[in-house]
């Protein structure tokens, strides 16, 4: 079965600084990975996803991932937080039931002026 | 381009009331989701539609009902609504085919019940 971890609920930065929210996963068969945002009151958009290939994988607003497959992982980096990146963050994985997404319990990331 | 489209917005009832939450896509999605995500849970699969005419379980079924009524709607029904249902509910589509897990979100509803 399929299942996502996401280290840390919560993650504050100072606007400028480096963003890093951790994701590991597990899954028995090659994964399609996603990073989706939802700013408050909103619904979820997809921000990069992994599928095959290149496994740096680069995302609206400056965000990227990189696939791990010796790690497990795939984090999601942002080189300079700015102040309308507040919002919370969540990784999936697919391979659930009829093409669904498994989701971790999401990371709310803060940006400090 | 109106995606999908949930309604109501926000919903308050009373322990017991019914009321059924709608969504519809315009996409011409073949498969179709309802979510609930609640502080520190992240979003849990309740129900899905592979295609119209089909419905199976989630993760958390228990208390809900749905009806793919044709390929654009896809509705869930609280027959008698718990204090434990209050949650911010999402619907999804995804276009058929492999390779296209992406999922499109509604807005959500949010709703309390007290």
């Known amino acids: 079965a399929q299942s996502v971890t996401q280290l840390g609920s919560h993650v504050s930065v100072s606007e400028g600084a480096l963003v890093l929210l951790r994701c590991n996963y597990s899954?028995?068969?090659?994964?399609?990975l996603f990073w989706y945002v939802q700013y408050p009151n909103q619904g979820l958009q997809l921000l990069l996803k992994?599928?095959?290939?290149?496994?740096l994988v680069k995302g609206i607003n400056g965000f990227e991932a990189e696939f791990k497959k010796s790690e497990t992982s795939f984090h999601l980096t942002k080189p300079s937080a700015h102040m309308s990146d507040a919002a919370e963050y969540f990784c999936?994985?697919?391979?659930?039931?009829?093409?669904?997404?498994?989701f971790g319990k999401g990371t709310k990331l803060s940006v400090k002026p | 381009n109106a995606g999908v489209t949930q309604t109501p917005k926000f919903q308050v009832l009373k322990t017991g009331q019914s009321m059924t939450l709608q969504c519809a896509q315009d996409?011409?999605?073949?498969?179709m989701y309802w979510y609930r995500q609640d502080p520190g849970m992240g979003l849990r699969l309740i129900y899905y539609?592979?295609?119209?005419?089909?419905?199976d379980k989630g993760e958390v079924p228990n208390g809900y009902n749905v009806s793919r009524l044709n390929k654009r709607e896809f509705s869930l029904r609280l027959e008698s609504a718990a204090p434990s249902q209050t949650s911010v509910y999402f619907c999804?589509?995804?276009?058929?085919?492999?390779?296209?897990?992406?999922?499109?979100f509604g807005s959500g509803t949010q709703l309390s019940v007290l």
């Open positions: 999804a589509s995804r276009k058929p085919g492999q390779g296209t897990e992406k999922l499109f």
């Open positions: 899954s028995s068969v090659p994964p399609y």
């Open positions: 539609s592979a295609s119209e005419g089909t419905t």
């Open positions: 992994y599928t095959t290939g290149a496994t």
């Open positions: 999936a994985v697919s391979g659930g039931s009829q093409g669904n997404l498994i």
């Open positions: 996409m011409n999605h073949n498969s």
